[in-house]
């Protein structure tokens, strides 16, 4: 990959603003580049690829050494304050280190630091630098200059993505708005908060396109925390999806159903008559609407109200699915995503009827996803990555559509061509973009190839 001085990539993200949330989520991205990377590409390379494979996974080896060498600092550092005190003599004193290793153990850190702070005197000036001695200043620092921090490491992530062929990325922004970005050779939907990403990536010929979406819409702690803009009043729906259609690019998306702790179930989150008026408001401002569900009660009004998609859909019922063709409503299943629903089930142990339902859903999800393709939903590739499903595994869900009665042609269309088409982007068409992934063997034999691209083709360039 090249950039053109003095175009630089960021490497921070600022992750979330929630002391917990963003250790968890800093822990997910550690665990999840070591741990992916090595099982995709285990050691191979060059020494140069070699060195930087070992840069990206040495946090899970390095991480936990680290926790203990703080232990053995604190330690170290009451006893001696004990002997001080008490006029003892320091008893692991005798272990300490030869002064010359010390000294250039010292040096070494002396040079790194120095070296942190020219890049990051490069990219955010001086004043951001001289905090980089001290972490918890350059945190706060990072914090005001997040935005900008952002927009660079996006651009860096999904240039990466593209010559690397790379199809699923998730980032999460200071807002706690989440994106799960779907690519083919050209096309993604995100989804985003205006103004992150199409100030610097929409005019980048290298880039592949976005099709962003507003946040998620649901009601308070009826949805994963910190992701969606939660809804006092429904009442406030046709408002707030107006807003989020005027912010994307032609998609709203809305939680559906999620479990009601009070029922202690699946339950639905709108009433149909607020979902009418929603999604006729969505498409006045030329926008479609695709909605999380997984039960059954939520269907009904959301595909009478006029729904463009219908995600999961792990509920389908015959009547359903009449309505779906009815209506002409898409489905996009994510089925390695419902293969995480027994360990839900697992967990909810405060929620027995709520674990039943999620266990009966999984094992009735194959054949109602049969079902709807034989009826003639039309069907598309998603993976719902970034919380429970690894990132770049939309090669294993076009797999599984093959579970459910796809051809292999028809499974891999739900991810390229026919995606491309129910997107409002062009396929392979006279006068039409040249975005192309390109295989030596058939990609249809599986994810080994299909996760390989051995050339990507965007707008008639190569990479």
């Not at 935005?147 to 922004?173: D, F, I, Q």
């Not at 908060?193 to 649901?218: E, F, K, T």
């Not at 770049?392 to 076009?398: L, M, P, Q």
């Not at 991810?415 to 975005?435: I, K, M």
């Amino acid at each position: 990959m090249s950039w053109a001085a003095p175009r630089m990539p960021a490497s921070g993200f600022l992750i979330s603003w929630a002391r917990t949330a963003a250790i968890r989520q800093r822990s997910r991205w550690i665990l999840g580049i070591g741990l992916q990377s090595w099982e995709r590409h285990g050691w191979r390379g060059s020494l140069p690829e070699v060195y930087w494979f070992w840069r990206d996974r040495k946090g899970l080896f390095g991480h936990p050494l680290s926790l203990l060498s703080n232990f053995v600092f604190l330690y170290g550092a009451l006893t001696w304050l004990a002997a001080v005190s008490t006029g003892a003599p320091w008893g692991i004193a005798k272990y300490s280190l030869h002064s010359a290793l010390l000294l250039a153990t010292l040096g070494f850190q002396v040079v790194q630091t120095a070296v942190r702070m020219g890049c990051s005197a490069r990219l955010y000036g001086p004043k951001f630098a001289l905090g980089v001695p001290l972490r918890s200043v350059a945190g706060l620092l990072g914090r005001a200059s997040g935005r900008s921090t952002t927009m660079l490491s996006l651009e860096a992530v999904l240039a990466l993505a593209l010559r690397a062929g790379v199809t699923l990325l998730e980032y999460r922004n200071k807002s706690g708005a989440d994106a799960e970005l779907l690519a083919d050779a050209g096309t993604l939907r995100a989804a985003l908060p205006a103004g992150q990403v199409n100030l610097i990536l929409d005019d980048r010929a290298d880039l592949p396109r976005i099709i962003r979406a507003g946040r998620h819409l649901a009601r308070p702690k009826r949805y994963s925390r910190g992701l969606a803009i939660d809804i006092e009043d429904e009442s406030q729906l046709p408002d707030l999806v107006a807003e989020q259609a005027r912010r994307g690019d032609g998609w709203v998306k809305l939680v559906g159903d999620w479990i009601d702790r009070g029922v202690g179930d699946l339950a639905p989150l709108w009433s149909d008559e607020v979902l009418k008026t929603a999604i006729e408001v969505a498409h006045n401002h030329g926008a479609k609407v695709t909605a999380h569900v997984f039960g059954d009660d939520a269907m009904p009004g959301l595909i009478n109200a006029g729904i463009d998609c219908i995600e999961h859909g792990t509920g389908l019922t015959d009547d359903t699915i009449e309505l779906m063709v009815e209506h002409g409503t898409a489905l996009v299943p994510t089925l390695i995503n419902i293969e995480n629903f027994p360990g839900i089930a697992d967990a909810a142990t405060r929620y027995p009827k709520y674990a039943a339902h999620m266990r009966d859903l999984y094992a009735q999800c194959y054949p109602r996803m049969a079902a709807a393709r034989d009826a003639g939903v039309p069907v598309y590739a998603g993976t719902d990555a970034g919380s429970m499903v690894a990132h770049g595994r939309i090669a294993d869900e076009v797999e599984a559509l093959k579970g459910i009665g796809m051809s292999a042609s028809d499974a891999l269309g739900a991810a390229c061509w026919d995606a491309r088409r129910w997107l409002g982007r062009p396929g392979l068409d006279h006068g039409a973009s040249a975005d192309l992934l390109c295989y030596n063997d058939d990609p249809r034999q599986g994810p080994v190839v299909l996760n390989r691209p051995d050339l990507v083709i965007l707008r008639g360039q190569t990479f």
